[in-house]
């Protein structure tokens, strides 16, 4: 999640990017997260747990979630985010 973060940081004028673990991200709580926010989060296996939650986490708040996972069926990261790849 580095190099998207990195063009972000490189091109973007307007959107601010970050890169977090999964426990970090909640331990953290930005405070900009929320409706206008774009979190995507990757579990190879989509049964990451810490990721699940995070995914979770930045739902409640109002983010729009993108699951990245190689099991896109049946996964928990797949019931939890709304679009997954």
């Given at each position: 999640?580095?190099?998207?973060?990195?063009?972000?940081?490189?091109?973007?004028?307007?959107?601010?990017?970050?890169?977090?673990?999964?426990?970090?991200?909640i331990a953290r709580a930005p405070a900009?997260?929320?409706?206008?926010?774009?979190?995507?989060?990757?579990?190879?296996?989509?049964?990451?747990?810490?990721?699940?939650?995070?995914?979770?986490?930045?739902?409640?708040?109002?983010?729009?979630?993108?699951?990245?996972?190689?099991?896109?069926?049946?996964?928990?990261?797949?019931?939890?985010?709304?679009?997954?790849?």
């Amino acid at each position: 999640m580095h190099m998207p973060k990195y063009a972000l940081d490189r091109e973007a004028r307007t959107i601010v990017g970050d890169a977090y673990n999964s426990a970090e991200f909640i331990a953290r709580a930005p405070a900009r997260l929320g409706e206008t926010s774009l979190v995507v989060v990757c579990s190879s296996s989509g049964n990451t747990p810490e990721t699940v939650e995070a995914a979770r986490f930045a739902r409640a708040r109002g983010a729009y979630v993108v699951g990245l996972t190689t099991k896109p069926d049946g996964s928990p990261l797949t019931e939890v985010a709304h679009t997954t790849v």
